[in-house]
């Protein structure tokens, strides 16, 4: 029985090892990757949160903790997600919206992501996108101002072929 129990102790040992490794390896993750993690309950009350660029957060971690994601947030994205939670609790497997937020280094663009876990729970993963944002802003004005420049080249080509044309049909006229 002794023996038994030594083996027994060494597996919970041994588990118990493993499961602090893995941990490790999370947290190690969390801290390379450059979203923000939450973990809150379906009401948005926040249980963790781990920042991979504490830059993009409202407040310092432990002023979040306990608090309601949409009480913090400005009031057009706390109606966003409100919404993206009741999605979730109506049994959506994953939503995304995306939302803006004035912070000290300018107005930043963020893209969240909704999934539901199963003791009740969200994670929200939360990726600052505003580098994308930009590079769409600029390729919609070098489009706008392609158009442009094809409409004025066109009204030109339009123009000087009228110009030369009527000077040589009254040249032709006179041959």
Do not use: W
Request: glycine share 6%; aromatic share 4%.
């Amino acid at each position: 029985r002794e023996a038994v129990e030594a083996e027994l102790q060494g597996h919970r040992d041994h588990l118990e090892e493993l499961v602090a490794q893995r941990t490790d390896e999370l947290a190690r993750l969390f801290h390379a990757l450059p979203d923000l993690y939450f973990r809150t309950e379906r009401d948005g009350t926040i249980i963790e949160c781990r920042a991979g660029r504490t830059e993009d957060l409202l407040m310092p971690v432990e002023e979040l903790l306990g608090r309601r994601m949409q009480d913090i947030v400005p009031p057009e994205v706390g109606v966003k997600l409100r919404e993206a939670l009741n999605g979730i609790a109506i049994g959506a497997e994953q939503v995304v919206i995306e939302y803006e937020l004035a912070l000290e280094r300018g107005v930043q663009h963020f893209e969240a992501r909704m999934l539901p876990l199963a003791d009740a729970q969200v994670v929200l993963v939360v990726r600052n996108v505003t580098d994308r944002h930009d590079i769409d802003a600029v390729r919609e004005m070098n489009r706008l101002d392609t158009e442009r420049l094809a409409r004025a080249k066109s009204e030109f080509m339009t123009n000087m072929s009228h110009e030369i044309r009527t000077p040589l049909n009254a040249v032709l006229g006179l041959a």
